[in-house]
């Protein structure tokens, strides 16, 4: 007979099932496929941890974002926004869709152009932009939206020689009544720059400005900023036509509506608290029309969101390695999964299911990764049942963000695979090798070991 480990007796109360504050059981469900598709088999197949996205979940985000803004709206666009995630097979859903690419790197803005994304549909963003990649953005026709008076200097250098005009925005920030300010990007409206800016632009006869832009935060939880936000482009834009008879053809309202997850600590979930895309298009969309635009100068309304079109679509599968009983009596579980590929973990409480069945007793637990380090925590204290070495566990909601700022650290950053509508799991990155790490790695004769 197999012997079973043995683990310290220990009395405590076990809930079976615990009230939450509106007296009903917090039931915590297993979860034991996503899409039609087993976990278990996911986690054969692909191995453990595994990402999982849904492309279904993908599409309908999308769609349903789009629709909020278009039944409101006359000239809308997406253009997804490649840090959030920039997986190919990532990007070419959004692309399918309709949308145009958001990039904020040289690197990226070549994912783009790989994903053949036209050059006019690419909205180059961020304050370091090489001149090489300027030059690039230029040839292009991109949507250079320029951070700063050296990238507006750079960017009026590079248009001497040429004929035709770069096409280019004024990032924009502003008071928006959300503290701190995010004022590092982008040309101040407040002080006067941003007007400065667009003049500058304008007055040199040399670029063609066609936008205005703000990126005003990230998982913002109140639509009036959005409502100050537009409010103050359209101010520039207006003042532009009728000052400087000049007019704007988009305002990028950029993205940060937040996705449904939890943020840390707080008390209701998610998914009850924040601020629909619905509530977020129809401050956004209600300002412009009522700016007092007449209705063939309605400039077009860009959206950049990030993980409010992903976030939802995207899974952790992962494997319990061992139970432990910390020094206070509190039980702890470790996973193979850590913070370096759960990057979110830091934000968010993120909701984690056991994918098969349990006994109905629960208990308050905290979620270690493997790393080696006091900062590997996955949730710092949530209800699960009793769950064992070998059992699987699925973390949701975490399509934004981890696949891009994922670390190399220790381990190997695992595989990721799409499912798509017809419920078939494709791999659309395999899990990393050692070989693959170590290949741009070289030893100093000297050091070599000798074999
Ligand atoms: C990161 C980023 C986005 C996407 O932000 P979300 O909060 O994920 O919607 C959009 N635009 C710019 C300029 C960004 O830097």
Same mark, same amino acid.
């Given at each position: ?7 310290? !007796? ?68 997406? *253009? ?6 920039? +997986? ?8 399918? $869709? ?38 690039? *953005? ?15 200097? =750079? ?24 503290? !701190? +300010? ?46 100050? *936000? ?72 860009? +959206? ?17 390695? *061992? ?27 993120? =909701? ?18 493997? +790393? ?59 899990? $990393? ?10 030893? !100093? ?7």
């Amino acid at each position: 007979m197999e012997k079973l480990p043995y683990e310290k !007796p220990y009395i405590k109360k076990l809930h079976a099932g615990v009230m939450n504050k509106f007296g009903t059981r917090s039931g915590v469900q297993p979860v034991k496929s996503i899409d039609g598709v087993l976990v278990k088999t996911l986690i054969e197949n692909y191995g453990s941890p595994v990402f999982v996205l849904s492309e279904k979940q993908i599409r309908k985000n999308y769609r349903s974002a789009y629709r909020a803004f278009s039944t409101r709206y006359p000239k809308v666009q997406f *253009a997804w926004s490649y840090k959030t995630n920039y +997986l190919n097979a990532v990007c070419q859903v959004f692309h399918q $869709e309709g949308s145009w690419a958001e990039v904020v790197s040289g690197f990226e803005y070549e994912k783009a152009v790989g994903n053949g994304v036209p050059g006019n549909k690419i909205i180059f963003n961020g304050p370091g932009k090489s001149n090489d990649e300027l030059k690039t *953005a230029i040839k292009n026709d991109s949507l250079i939206h320029i951070d700063h008076f050296e990238e507006l200097n =750079q960017l009026l250098i590079l248009s001497q020689e040429l004929t035709g005009k770069p096409r280019v925005a004024i990032r924009v920030n502003m008071d928006t009544g959300v503290y !701190p +300010l995010w004022d590092r990007f982008g040309f101040n409206y407040e002080n006067g720059e941003a007007w400065t800016a667009l003049s500058k632009v304008i007055d040199s006869g040399k670029l063609h400005l066609a936008g205005l832009h703000c990126h005003i935060g990230t998982y913002m939880l109140t639509t009036d900023a959005y409502g100050i *936000a537009a409010n103050k482009l359209c101010d520039l834009a207006m003042n532009c036509q009728t000052q400087l008879n000049h007019k704007i053809e988009y305002i990028d309202m950029g993205g940060g509506f937040p996705s449904t997850n939890t943020l840390k600590g707080a008390y209701l979930p998610g998914q009850d608290t924040v601020p629909s895309v619905d509530d977020f298009a129809e401050v956004i969309t209600s300002t412009l029309l009522n700016f007092g635009f007449a209705n063939e100068d309605l400039p077009m309304l860009i +959206l950049e969101s990030g993980r409010v079109l992903i976030d939802d679509a995207g899974y952790l599968l992962g494997t319990i390695i *061992a139970n432990k009983r910390l020094s206070t009596g509190k039980r702890a579980l470790i996973v193979d999964f850590g913070v370096n590929v759960l990057f979110t973990s830091f934000w968010y409480d993120h =909701q984690v299911s056991p994918a098969q069945d349990f006994m109905p007793h629960n208990e308050n637990m905290v979620i270690y990764g493997p +790393l080696c380090m006091n900062i590997d925590v996955i949730r710092e204290g949530i209800n699960l049942p009793l769950l064992n070495p070998g059992d699987q566990v699925v973390v949701h909601k975490v399509g934004a963000y981890n696949m891009t700022q994922w670390m190399q650290f220790i381990t190997l950053r695992p595989a990721v695979v799409l499912i798509d509508e017809q419920q078939r799991p494709h791999l659309i990155r395999s899990n $990393e090798t050692l070989g693959y790490i170590e290949e741009p790695e070289f030893i !100093p004769i000297h050091l070599k070991a000798n074999k």
